[in-house]
């Protein structure tokens, strides 16, 4: 799939004009033309083509799905002194993992240390 590479792009434009610290409506509408512009095509001598077509890239990669009824704990956080949510909620008995058996709070979807759906 060819993808557009605007950072690169943008990187070019602001780096060969000197106006482009200006407004940002201006300094927009200008990098728009400039990448329209018509540049020598590599491929076919003597035909030109938009300068844009120079910063696509081929890339290959999966789509991402997500999942809400499936979570998969990164790692990233292992515990936290705050567990549950944001709201203030009275604990009237007790919420478990079925699997590890951390502590969650009463409306947890899922355990934040393993990942196990609960009920």
């Not at 890339?59 to 009824?69: A, K």
């Not at 549950?84 to 502590?103: M, P, R, V, W």
Request: charged share 25%; proline share 6%; aromatic share 12%.
């Amino acid at each position: 799939m060819e993808v557009f590479d605007g950072k690169k792009a943008a990187t070019d434009y602001m780096s060969t004009h000197t106006l482009a610290f200006s407004t940002p409506e201006l300094t927009l509408m200008r990098f728009a033309f400039w990448l329209g512009d018509s540049v020598p095509n590599p491929k076919n001598e003597g035909k030109g083509f938009p300068r844009m077509m120079t910063f696509l890239t081929e890339q290959d990669f999966e789509p991402v799905l997500i999942d809400d009824d499936v979570f998969v704990p990164s790692g990233a956080i292992r515990t936290s002194t705050f567990t549950g949510n944001a709201y203030q909620e009275k604990k009237t008995d007790g919420k478990f993992c079925s699997e590890c058996g951390t502590t969650l709070s009463a409306t947890a979807k899922f355990c934040p240390e393993c990942g196990t759906t609960q009920e």
